[in-house]
């Protein structure tokens, strides 16, 4: 049995643990005593707690994270009653602030605050060898030297390359000081070595890996790095790689752009942090936009690459109202994203957002996710409803399934008094909403079924129209002929489904599939 064991609860199997793969990474001649065992939040506590005491470690450190917290303090708890004696260290963001609040933390013997890649390792060998622990119950060390931080991209199992998201990062930081995210409290932007990144990278590609995910906060703040990465995999496109990178919006200069648009349509996705179109709010939360260029951006990332845009809006920060957060996702939509995530205000440990407490009158949930609950500006039931649109539009427009359906909602947006995509849909959304009051788990035939009676019965609109539009996104490209039985009448011809050999998530080539159909239409006209 091997004395250390690490170990995190993810939000699903397909996630990897990329945190903990760095610990490892840099655990030097401790390696071999050392092993990852990786569970999901879906797993019983009871069960994780039984596996992890199969093992029969004499330390165990937990990566704790907003989606974990509880479930990890249930498992920590169960440790410590089954086994006592067990050395039970915690890490990760969720518990590098307000520490000392934490049932979760007075649970654990240790936890350690901020970046770990060099002081567990030198807790554990001190405890190994000697039984010796820090004098205090939290600790932090100085922030790691990123050129002697060894990189843990060897560690992936082909398992992994096979199955799961591979996290990789150029770089760690951010220069922004949004005041709602906890890179805020990042003091400095710290680069890996370009060229050995780039050796692992080759690497993993040499094993198999074609889907790379970069948690780099900004990934195109440094452009002759950015270049230089995105050259490297423009090099090997043709092996299938897909690449998701979060990215500045109102930073591409005509270098990036030249290079982007060399990718084909489905081997790039950016998730774009627009956050808030209202120009008041951005100056209160400390978020710094040039809001033209954003709109230059999306325009050309639109009209002139093959990008997969997807891109993040925030409810409920302080001073936003529904009318402006509504006017705020109108004007995101007219860029053109293939999704908008709509989120709802997280008050994430340490973050300076609750400056504004007191007189936004900020109200959050107490327990994770820490949502906010209401504001001055925004009731209860306002988030509430925007909680539900977000759901449903993460459903029927950011799935990619329901293209048809959503350029007819289109249409209806357009001819309101004052024409509104947002309003159009909450309008939907709040139908849906009544119909199925449990929210989440709502079967395809019976979310199609609401739809269909919204738009003929709510809305008037022509049966045999929407009956047309429904089965065409029913049957999504496919040869399927199981027609629903409320929309049984006539069925256009089906079409047969392109095999796609790509690495390409299947979500993103649902939109593809989408925007190559709405072409053919347009080229028909």
Not at 489 to 500: C, E, I, N, S, V
């Amino acid at each position: 049995m091997r004395p250390i064991l690490l170990t995190t609860l993810n939000a699903r199997y397909s996630h990897c643990a990329f945190g903990l793969r760095y610990l490892y990474a840099n655990l030097k001649e401790l390696q071999p005593q050392a092993q990852i065992r990786e569970f999901t939040i879906n797993q019983a506590p009871r069960d994780i707690a039984e596996a992890i005491l199969a093992q029969n470690p004499r330390l165990v450190g937990f990566g704790v994270y907003i989606w974990n917290t509880r479930q990890t303090r249930d498992v920590v708890s169960l440790l410590k009653r089954l086994r006592p004696e067990l050395l039970i260290i915690l890490g990760g963001p969720e518990v590098t602030f307000e520490t000392e609040s934490q049932e979760l933390c007075q649970l654990a013997d240790l936890t350690i605050q901020g970046e770990s890649d060099f002081l567990f390792y030198e807790i554990c060998r001190d405890y190994l060898a000697n039984g010796s622990l820090p004098g205090e119950k939290w600790v932090s060390g100085p922030l790691p030297e990123i050129a002697k931080i060894a990189m843990p991209y060897s560690l992936y199992s082909d398992d992994d390359l096979n199955n799961r998201v591979l996290y990789v990062e150029a770089s760690r930081g951010c220069p922004y000081k949004c005041e709602y995210c906890l890179s805020s409290l990042d003091k400095s932007v710290r680069n890996f070595d370009t060229d050995a990144f780039l050796s692992e990278m080759d690497k993993l590609i040499a094993r198999g890996a074609r889907q790379f995910k970069f948690v780099d906060r900004t990934f195109n703040l440094s452009i002759a790095t950015s270049s230089r990465i995105l050259r490297f995999f423009l090099d090997r496109i043709g092996q299938g790689l897909f690449l998701h990178f979060e990215m500045v919006p109102d930073r591409l200069p005509v270098e990036l752009r030249e290079l982007i648009a060399k990718f084909p349509p489905g081997s790039l996705q950016f998730e774009i942090g627009i956050q808030t179109w209202n120009p008041q709010v951005a100056t209160l939360v400390s978020r710094r936009m040039d809001f033209s260029k954003v709109v230059e951006n999306f325009a050309y990332l639109t009209s002139q690459t093959g990008v997969h845009i997807h891109a993040d809006l925030i409810a409920g920060l302080p001073g936003e109202t529904v009318e402006s957060f509504a006017q705020g996702f109108d004007a995101v939509a007219l860029l053109r994203p293939q999704e908008i995530q709509v989120g709802i205000l997280k008050r994430l440990k340490g973050t300076p957002i609750i400056r504004h407490d007191t007189e936004w009158q900020m109200v959050y949930q107490d327990n994770p996710p820490f949502q906010v609950l209401q504001t001055r500006t925004m009731s209860f039931e306002t988030l509430q409803g925007i909680d539900r649109f977000s759901h449903y539009w993460n459903l029927l427009a950011n799935s990619g399934n329901f293209g048809k359906t959503m350029q007819l909602l289109d249409a209806l947006a357009a001819q309101r008094p004052e024409p509104s995509r947002y309003w159009e849909f909450d309008q939907l959304a709040r139908a849906l909403a009544q119909r199925h009051p449990q929210n989440h788990g709502v079967a395809l035939l019976n979310l199609l079924e609401s739809v269909w009676l919204y738009l003929t019965v709510t809305r008037g609109q022509d049966a045999d129209e929407v009956r047309e539009i429904l089965i065409a996104d029913y049957s999504g490209g496919t040869t399927r002929r199981d027609v629903p039985p409320f929309l049984r009448k006539h069925q256009a011809a089906p079409t047969r489904k392109t095999a796609d050999a790509t690495a390409t998530p299947k979500r993103q080539q649902q939109h593809l599939r989408g925007e190559a159909a709405t072409s053919a239409v347009t080229a028909a006209h």
